[in-house]
């Protein structure tokens, strides 16, 4: 079990471009859950997946950003034409539905919009 | 809707002491509380957790933290802090009625150790 893992670690880009991550959660678990975290601020959640549905979409999630999970295994989160305010750090977690609480969290991916 | 406090943005302690860690907590029935510790460039990791039972729960690293609802409360605290636990921690409330039992943090609370 190499617990959940987030690529890219680090993103740098231009306001205006589209950007896509990637997370993939520990093998046996069925939810994954994308959180969102500023400099100075606990994690916010933005969206969760019990398998390959997405079952709940905060408003902080604007019409910009989209996340999948097609296959119920990773999942992307892509936002659309970045503002500088989407610099923060995007966390993944998961579990299983059996422990929906035990949550783990993957070592997030940090956007920087120029 | 849940909500979770952290008065203490930064604190400082000397290795060796001890260490407390505030969290007060809103909501309306009893709720599942966490704490989470996140060191530099790391995810959050996971030290302990109150479902029910026992007010007083131990978790990983000699950390602790006790349940008080008269007072809504989930403070955290080691006996004796090593260098190794400068970081952030948080504390979470999870509810059983939010959809995908998503957790609630508060903002987290900076702790430097002296050496």
């Known amino acids: 079990d190499t617990g959940v893992s987030q690529n890219p670690r680090h993103k740098i880009t231009k306001r205006g471009q589209n950007v896509t991550f990637r997370c993939d959660p520990i093998?046996?678990?069925?939810?994954l859950y994308w959180y969102r975290q500023t400099l100075g601020q606990g994690p916010e959640f933005l969206t969760y997946?019990?398998?390959?549905?997405?079952?709940?979409k905060s408003r902080l999630l604007s019409d910009r950003f989209s996340a999948e999970r097609p296959k119920g295994s990773f999942s992307t989160l892509e936002i659309q034409r970045t503002e500088q305010g989407d610099s923060a750090m995007y966390l993944c977690?998961?579990?299983?539905?059996?422990?929906?609480?035990?949550?783990?969290f993957g070592p997030g991916t940090r956007l920087t919009v120029t | 809707a849940q909500s979770v406090t952290q008065p203490d943005i930064h604190i400082t302690v000397s290795e060796g002491a001890s260490l407390e860690l505030r969290c007060n907590y809103s909501?309306?029935?009893?709720?599942?509380l966490f704490w989470y510790v996140q060191s530099p460039g790391q995810g959050l990791q996971l030290l302990l957790k109150?479902?029910?039972?026992?007010?007083l729960v131990q978790g990983i690293k000699g950390f602790e933290a006790e349940f008080k609802r008269s007072q809504s409360s989930f403070n955290l605290r080691k006996p004796s802090v090593h260098w190794s636990d400068a970081a952030e921690y948080f504390c979470?409330?999870?509810?059983?009625?939010?959809?995908?039992?998503?957790?609630?943090f508060g903002g987290g609370t900076r702790v430097l150790v002296k050496p």
């Open positions: 909501y309306g029935a009893t709720p599942y």
């Open positions: 977690a998961s579990s299983s539905s059996g422990t929906p609480y035990e949550q783990y």
């Open positions: 093998s046996e678990h069925n939810r």
């Open positions: 997946f019990q398998n390959e549905a997405q079952l709940e």
């Open positions: 109150y479902f029910s039972g026992d007010t």
């Open positions: 979470a409330v999870g509810s059983i009625k939010a959809a995908g039992n998503k957790l609630t």
